[in-house]
Structure formats: structure tokens, C-alpha cells
């Protein structure tokens, strides 16, 4: 769905920037910076000229903090190099998240140096930066989405929070977006498991099979599935526990589409374990469902009633024959 590989290319000058940096810190107090000096930093930073990064470094460490708004300046240039130079700077100042903002900003740079590390920037502030980076999921530019859905997948379990709030957006798309993050980061994204299931409640079964497809990527507890797929369509419902579970039937049925993957397993355990209380949404699917919805409703429904296999359609009853004599 999300491409983002060409990404990690990394630029000639990062590595090399970053072994300077490392063994030309000194325990030293940052002098205030000259309005020249700060200006400077960037384009010293982004050069190609070996000497001139290493000059960068030596400047940046000297400035400290007092280079943040010379950087900033930096990354509204028109040189590309300048603005790798200051993205540099900003990644290794003592406070990046002063600059958070335009950082953001800087994930749709057209430059992918300058996206590439503004996303690993980012990722490094964990929550403070998570919700505000996946706003950036509903951007309307391509190189944006990537660069956000970059960011995320690194700050890993911090971004699970603001992905699991999107899931909540009324736009499919981004809820798929979301979705996908949140099934990459494997076990990782076990906390966002109650609302992965809650937004199976859609009735476009594109997003249903990528919600489903990521919490068999993520594997909970299946437990923990069965009791959130019973809660389904009960928000605000004040019943014994017991009772609950026909506002889920509908849900659940739509997921016998993907027969054989683990949550389309728990969604016929679930709804056997339902029993009468799922009759109606088996019988529903019964005509309008796809062929493995119909022998999956077909076979719970003979558990409820085993005069129905009598009336099932000749194809229907070979079919649910054939899974019966397997079992």
C-alpha cells in the first residue's frame, strides 16, 4: 500500500557527518552565536567539501542552541544542499524538538535527503511527535505519506497511540493507512488490538480485509479477540455481558470472507459460540454473502437448526457435506 524503500538510500554524507560529529564533541560551554555564524552553518553542513562539513561541525558545537535559528532559515532555502545542511544541524541539536514543526514541514521537502532525516528526527521525540506526524497520513501528496508512514514505523511502539486514534477517522483510506502501520509493527501493536476490531465495524470490505490482514499480522491474544469481537456494536449498551453479541453478528459475518486466516477462524468461533443470537446476519449472508461466507453460515446455521440442510441450495449442501465429512 505504502512504499517507502527508496527511502533508506542513504545520502553520501550522513555517515561521514555523524563519525565527525562523534569524536569532535568536547566538553565544552556553546558560545553565543553571530547572526553570520548561525546563517553559515547550514551551507557549511550540506557541502560537499569534506573540510567545509567538518568547519559546519565545529560551528554547530560552538553555537549550540543559539544555531537553531540559522538552521530554521536553512531549510527555506533554495539550494537543496543548504537544506540537508540545515535538516543536519537540526537533527543534532541538543533540543531537535524545538524545532518540531518544521520538521513536519520538511517531510514534504522535494528533496529526499532532507525528508528522509527530518522523518528519522522526528521518530527520535517517540510520542510527543506522533499524533502531529500522523496527521500527516491524510496529506494529498504522495511524498508526504510516505515520508509520515516512514516516520512512524520507526518510532514503533510510541506511534501505536496516534494510529489506533486514527482509526476513528471517518475517511476509509486513512483508517487503511493506519491499519497497514499498525499490522507492520507486528506484537508490537498488541495495544491497538480493542480498536482494530471496533473499526471492523465499516461496511467497505476493502478496509475490512486490511484491518483483518493486520491483526493476524500482529496476533493477539485469542482470547482478547473473542471477547472485543462480542462487544462489537455495543457501545452504550448497559446489558450483562451474557447477552450481548447480536449487534456483532453482522460484523463477524463479513469476515468469514476470509476463510482459513486467523481472525476469519475466530469470527466462526465466535459465531458459534453465539448460537441463535447470530441466526439472522447467517441467514442474511445466506444469499448475498460469497461462496465461503455461504458454507461457513450454512454450516453454523445446521448446528442451530438441522432441518435447514434440507433447504440449501444443491451446491450448498455438496459443499457443507464435503466440510462436515472432513471434520
Not at 494529498?140 to 508512514?149: I, L, M, N, Q, Y
Not at 514505523?153 to 483508517?175: K, W
Amino acid at each position: 500500500m505504502l512504499d517507502f524503500r527508496h527511502m533508506f538510500t542513504p545520502h553520501k554524507l550522513i555517515l561521514p557527518l555523524m563519525c565527525v560529529l562523534a569524536l569532535s564533541i568536547v566538553s565544552a560551554q556553546p558560545a553565543a552565536a553571530s547572526n553570520s555564524d548561525a546563517s553559515s552553518i547550514a551551507a557549511m553542513l550540506g557541502s560537499a567539501d569534506a573540510g567545509e562539513r567538518t568547519m559546519g561541525l565545529t560551528a554547530l558545537r560552538r553555537c549550540g542552541q543559539a544555531a537553531l535559528p540559522g538552521l530554521l532559515s536553512g531549510l527555506s532555502a533554495p539550494d537543496a544542499a543548504v537544506r540537508r545542511g540545515a535538516v543536519y544541524g537540526l537533527a543534532l541539536q541538543p533540543s531537535p524538538a524545538l524545532a518540531m514543526d518544521a520538521l513536519l514541514e520538511a517531510l514534504g521537502d522535494p528533496d529526499p535527503t532532507v525528508r528522509f532525516v527530518a522523518a528519522q528526527t522526528l521518530a527520535r521525540m517517540g510520542g510527543q511527535a506522533a499524533p502531529a506526524v500522523a496527521e500527516k497520513l491524510s496529506s494529498p501528496e504522495d511524498r508526504v505519506r510516505v515520508a509520515a508512514s516512514l516516520c512512524l514505523t520507526r518510532m514503533g511502539h510510541d506511534a501505536v497511540p496516534a494510529l489506533s486514534e486514527l482509526l476513528r477517522h471517518d475517511n476509509p483510506s486513512i483508517q487503511a493507512k493506519a491499519a497497514w502501520l499498525l499490522g507492520a509493527m507486528g506484537s508490537d501493536a498488541k495495544p491497538a488490538v480493542p480498536a482494530l476490531i471496533r473499526a471492523l465495524g465499516t461496511t467497505d470490505m476493502r478496509l475490512v480485509h486490511v484491518i483483518a490482514e493486520s491483526l493476524d499480522l500482529i496476533g493477539p491474544d485469542p482470547a482478547l479477540v473473542f471477547r472485543q469481537m462480542t462487544l462489537l456494536g455495543s457501545e452504550g449498551v448497559n446489558q450483562p455481558f451474557s447477552r450481548l453479541g447480536a449487534a456483532a453478528a453482522p460484523t463477524l459475518v463479513r469476515l468469514l470472507a476470509r476463510p482459513g486466516t486467523p481472525m476469519g477462524q475466530m469470527a466462526l468461533y465466535t459465531l458459534a459460540r453465539m448460537g441463535r443470537l447470530a441466526e439472522p446476519a447467517l441467514r442474511s449472508v445466506l444469499a448475498t454473502g460469497t461462496d465461503g461466507q455461504k458454507a461457513a453460515a450454512a454450516l453454523l446455521l445446521t448446528g442451530i437448526d438441522p432441518d435447514l440442510a434440507r433447504t440449501l441450495p444443491k451446491d450448498l449442501r455438496r459443499s457443507l457435506s464435503g466440510a462436515l465429512h472432513q471434520n
